[in-house]
C-alpha cells in the first residue's frame, strides 16, 4: 500500500511539477519540496551517504565511526524483520526495521514512477459486514435496566 500511495505521489508531483516553483507558487513550493520530494528522494540519499562514509572510512576516524554506524543500524533493522518473520516481536528492533520499510518503499515507489508504472484507480477489498449479536443482548439482558 505505502509502495503504491508514494509512487500515486511522485505521478501527481510530476503531473503538476509548476507548483514546485518557488516563483509561481510562493512558500508552498518550499513546503511540498521539503515535505514531499525530500521525503521520499530520502532513500537515494541514505544511499549516498552510506557510499560516501564507505569510500572515506579509511581516511578518517569520523568516517570509520559514520560508517560503522550505519551498519549496524541497517544490520539491527534487518535482524526485526528475521525475528518478526518468525514470529517474534522486539520492541528495541522496530524503530530501525519501520524506517528502513518505509525508505525501501519511496525507493521501490521511485523506481516504478521512473519506469512509468501508473495506478488508475484503487479499489479497497472489503469484507462483508457481519452482525455480531453479543450474548447479553440475544438473552434479552443488558438493553435496559
Known amino acids: 500500500m505505502r509502495v503504491r500511495v508514494i509512487a500515486q505521489t511522485f505521478t501527481d508531483l510530476w503531473r503538476h511539477r509548476a507548483m514546485l516553483n518557488p516563483l509561481r507558487s510562493g512558500f508552498y513550493a518550499v513546503q511540498l519540496i521539503s515535505h514531499k520530494v525530500l521525503r521520499y528522494l530520502m532513500p537515494i540519499l541514505l544511499l549516498a551517504i552510506l557510499g560516501a562514509s564507505v569510500v572515506l572510512a579509511g581516511s578518517s576516524l569520523w568516517y570509520a565511526v559514520a ?21 517474534m516481536h522486539h520492541k528495541l528492533l522496530a524503530l530501525p526495521q519501520y524506517f528502513v520499510l518505509a525508505n525501501a518503499a519511496s525507493l521501490i515507489a521511485f523506481y516504478k514512477f521512473l519506469r512509468g508504472e501508473r495506478y488508475a484507480r484503487w479499489e479497497p477489498i472489503r469484507a462483508p459486514v457481519v452482525a455480531e449479536v453479543s450474548a447479553g443482548a440475544a438473552s434479552g439482558r443488558g438493553r435496559e435496566r
Open 67 to 87: 560508517l560503522i554506524a550505519q551498519v549496524a543500524f541497517y544490520t539491527t533493522a534487518m535482524l526485526g524483520f528475521v525475528l518478526e518473520r518468525a514470529g
